[in-house]
C-alpha cells in the first residue's frame, strides 16, 4: 500500500517549503497526493492519445461545477495534424508544441445562453461584463478540472494561453461565433519526463484569515524567492538590455519584468469585436 501520506506531505514541503500535519487516516489522502503533485508537462512521447481516454477526461473535466448550473465553458479538439499544426505555426516560440499528439482550446461561450433566450422567446438583459465573466471563470474552471483528469490516467499537459496574442486569427481557424472566444489552449500527450513541482507563494501569502492581510509581503515574497532560486534557479534573465543583468534573479524579478510589457492590449477590443459587452 503506498504512503500517500508520505507522499502528499513531501510534494507539498517542495511546493510550499513547509511541512503540513497530515492524518493518516484521513480519507482521499491520493487524491490530494495526485493534486499536490501535479506538474506541468511541456515534453511529450511520440504516442498517439486514444479518442475515447480523451473523452473520457473530457467528460471528467466538464462534471466540473458550473456557475448557475449554466454550462459555458467548452472544449475544442485539435487533432488533425494539418489544424495542430497551423496553430504551432503562430507560436514559433513554443517548437515543442508540435510534439503533442493533441491540443485543445478552451472556450468561454456567452453564445449559447442568449441563443437559448431567444429559443425560448424570452428576452435577456444580461448582456454586460457578467456574462462574459461568468463563461471565462466557467472555462477555467473546466480548463484546471482537465489537468487534474488528465494527469489522474498518466497524461501530461500544458495550458497555452500565448494563443490569445494571436486571438483573433485563432478564432477565424476554430469558426467560433460571436461570444464565443478562446481562454486557453492546452497541449496534451504522454509525458517523456517526469517534470518538477514548480514551488509557490507560501500559505502566508496566498490565504488569508478572516480579513485580507498582506503583512510582511516584501519579507515572504523574498523568502519565496530565495527558497525557488534554491531549487529552480531560472535559466535566463528577461530583459537585460533593459533592466540589466541583476546578481540575484528571483521570481519577483522575472515577474516584474515579464509585466514590463504591455502584453495583449488588444484582448479587450478582440472581446468586443467578439459581441461581448463589457459595461
Ligand atoms: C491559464 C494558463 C495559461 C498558461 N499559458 C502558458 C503558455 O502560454 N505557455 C506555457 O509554456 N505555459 C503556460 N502555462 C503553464 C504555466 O506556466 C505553469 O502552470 C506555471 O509555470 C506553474 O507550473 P506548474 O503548473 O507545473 O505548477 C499556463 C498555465 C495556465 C494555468
Redesign the pocket.
Known amino acids: 500500500m503506498p504512503d500517500f501520506a508520505h507522499a502528499l506531505k513531501t510534494a507539498l514541503f517542495e511546493r510550499f517549503g513547509e511541512t503540513f500535519d497530515v492524518d493518516e487516516g484521513q480519507s482521499g489522502l491520493e487524491e490530494l497526493a495526485h493534486i499536490a503533485a501535479?506538474?506541468?508537462c511541456?515534453r511529450y512521447q511520440p504516442r498517439a492519445v486514444a479518442p475515447d481516454l480523451l473523452r473520457l477526461v473530457c467528460a471528467s473535466a466538464l462534471s466540473a461545477p458550473t456557475k448557475s448550473d449554466l454550462q459555458q465553458g467548452d472544449i475544442l479538439i485539435l487533432r488533425e495534424n494539418a489544424k495542430r499544426h497551423a496553430i504551432c505555426d503562430l507560436l514559433p516560440e513554443?517548437p515543442w508544441l508540435r510534439d503533442a499528439p493533441v491540443f485543445l482550446v478552451f472556450l468561454a461561450n456567452g453564445h449559447r445562453l442568449p441563443h437559448i433566450a431567444a429559443l425560448r422567446g424570452t428576452p435577456f438583459p444580461n448582456d454586460h461584463l457578467d456574462l462574459f465573466f461568468n463563461a471565462t471563470v466557467d472555462a477555467a474552471i473546466v480548463?484546471a478540472t482537465f489537468v487534474r483528469a488528465a494527469e489522474a490516467v498518466g497524461l501530461g499537459c500544458?495550458?497555452?494561453?500565448?494563443i490569445r496574442d494571436h486571438a483573433a486569427t485563432v478564432s477565424e481557424m476554430l469558426k467560433l461565433p460571436d461570444k464565443v472566444i478562446p481562454v486557453?489552449g492546452m497541449s496534451v500527450g504522454w509525458p517523456a519526463e517526469p517534470?518538477a513541482i514548480?514551488p509557490r507563494l507560501s500559505l502566508s501569502v496566498t490565504v488569508h484569515e478572516e480579513e485580507y492581510s498582506e503583512d510582511d509581503l516584501t519579507a515572504r515574497v523574498d523568502g519565496y524567492d530565495r527558497r525557488r532560486a534554491a531549487l529552480r534557479p531560472y535559466r535566463r534573465q528577461r530583459q537585460p538590455e533593459r533592466f540589466g543583468e541583476a546578481a540575484f534573479y528571483g521570481w519577483s524579478e522575472d515577474k516584474a519584468r515579464q509585466y514590463a510589457m504591455p502584453q495583449r492590449a488588444d484582448f479587450g477590443a478582440f472581446v468586443r469585436a467578439k459581441g461581448y459587452r463589457l459595461d
Open positions: 501535479h506538474r506541468v511541456r513554443m480548463l500544458c495550458p497555452i494561453s500565448v486557453a517534470g514548480s
